[in-house]
């Protein structure tokens, strides 16, 4: 199982964290690489690195966006 954004998935072997986030984009707001903070595991990873990621089987990833402040 892989938790991404508190939504759970079955785990696939070689699945991307790029590919499982077009499957969450499909029924939940919309989450991108470009201007986020990708949290794996409770470690943040950049958002680059974070696209080619492979996902492994009981990871709990966060994709959370940045907000700029005034």
């Known amino acids: 199982m892989v938790r991404l954004n508190g939504v759970e998935y079955e785990y696939r ?3 991307s964290l ?3 986030v077009d499957v969450y984009n499909l029924t939940h707001a919309k989450v991108e690489f470009d201007s986020c903070v990708v949290v794996i595991n409770n470690t943040a990873i950049p958002a680059q690195k974070a696209q080619g990621w ?6 709990n990833i ?6 700029d402040g005034g």
């Open 54 to 59: 492979l996902v492994s089987d009981n990871e």
């Open 62 to 67: 966060v994709i959370v966006p940045i907000l």
């Open 18 to 20: 790029a590919e499982l």
């Open 13 to 15: 072997p070689e699945l």
